[in-house]
């Protein structure tokens, strides 16, 4: 019973709440010591990232692994009864959203999409505020003079917010344009000035339809972008590791808070997991040419002069090695990994192909993940 009420206090959602009951209440237990003998009850399955988080949640945010009985294990390491486990920490860790694959516990899920939550939160306020201070700008004015004036109090009244920070967030979020926190710091006369300049660059344009994506079709623009969103290039783009999109293949964009757009492959399970409401179209900029990190694995016999040839032959496509990774397995095979830059997927595709007719490679695969 005190074990429910501690889960009705953390976990805020009731369809969280019901999950929580379903997975620990009814779940076969497994017994765990702390390092101290301290004993704690866990639903079979949990992992030491569960146990992490039963201890602290502080403790849960920060940790890197765990020894169990003495050995190191990782996060997803399943409990057995009679474990003896000391959680390892470190100051700069911070749950990621892969974290909810590893946790088994309402407790611990709770905690990690609290996190989350509170983290994209901040980069929604972060974004937010630069974008409302890039639009201020246009018409001579700042956040900053805005404060000094008092004025962003009337905007945040006038919006139905109780803090500057809500407002941000919204902002951020897509929930509030930009534009319409515009008229309690500028002009009408200046703001019509504008909507006439913008109606004689874009005639077709409807104001109605302009959306987060429209928010990002403002930020202030690169040269040189690898991709377009909605038609316009030069926008600031990180892409994804998880897995590592080239030109060539269908993309997808997602909003990242406070760092612009991130790419994703348009079948990348990670990124198809992201909120439906933080996508936008996104498309190669078929004009744009430049190497992309890309990763191929090479199983090979174990002969000499092999890796010599692998890189003779890679150096004759003009394609650059970033990174080589090699070793020699127990069965006398060699796994060589390569971070090569290429232009787009054909590109990869020559080179994968060149390497598996060099004499001793059994196989050779490109590697999404990171």
């Not at 909507?195 to 104001?207: S, W």
């Not at 030069?234 to 757009?261: D, H, M, N, Q, Y």
Request: proline share 4%.
């Amino acid at each position: 019973i005190r074990q429910l009420l501690q889960w009705a206090e953390d976990i805020e959602d009731s369809r969280e709440f019901m999950d929580v009951l379903k997975v620990d209440l009814y779940a076969d237990q497994v017994h765990v010591y702390t390092p101290r003998g301290d004993i704690r009850w866990f639903p079979l399955g949990a992992t030491a990232l569960d146990f992490a988080y039963a201890i602290h949640t502080e403790v849960g945010n920060r940790c890197t692994g765990a020894r169990i009985n003495g050995r190191m294990v990782k996060l997803n390491y399943p409990l057995r009864s009679g474990d003896t486990v000391e959680i390892l920490t470190r100051g700069n860790q911070k749950p990621s959203r892969d974290w909810l694959q590893l946790a088994v516990t309402g407790r611990a899920l709770s905690k990690i999409r609290q996190h989350l939550r509170n983290e994209e939160r901040e980069q929604a306020v972060e974004m937010g505020r630069n974008l409302l201070d890039q639009e201020l700008r246009k018409f001579g004015t700042s956040l900053k003079a805005a404060r000094k004036k008092d004025e962003l109090r009337a905007a945040v009244t006038g919006l139905k917010h109780q803090r500057p920070d809500e407002l941000f967030a919204s902002v951020g979020y897509g929930r509030v344009d930009a534009e319409k926190v515009l008229p309690f710091y500028v002009s009408e006369e200046k703001l019509e000035e504008a909507r006439r300049r913008a109606e004689e660059d874009t005639p077709d344009e409807d104001p109605a339809a302009m959306s987060l994506t429209g928010l990002f079709r403002r930020v202030a623009k690169r040269r040189g972008s690898p991709v377009r969103i909605d038609g316009m290039d030069g926008l600031l783009v990180v892409f994804a590791k998880c897995c590592r999109a080239l030109p060539g293949e269908p993309i997808i964009g997602f909003v990242s808070r406070g760092r612009g757009i991130t790419v994703h492959a348009a079948d990348c399970r990670q990124g198809l997991s992201l909120p439906p409401e933080r996508r936008v179209d996104v498309e190669w900029d078929a004009d744009y040419v430049a190497p992309h990190a890309a990763r191929i694995q090479v199983i090979t016999v174990n002969r000499p002069m092999l890796l010599a040839d692998v890189t003779k032959a890679i150096g004759n496509m003009n394609v650059n090695i970033q990174k080589a990774d090699v070793r020699t397995t127990e069965t006398d095979r060699g796994h060589i990994t390569l971070d090569v830059a290429v232009n787009d997927t054909k590109q990869l595709r020559l080179l994968i192909n060149s390497l598996a007719r060099l004499k001793g490679v059994i196989s050779v695969d490109r590697v999404r993940s990171a």
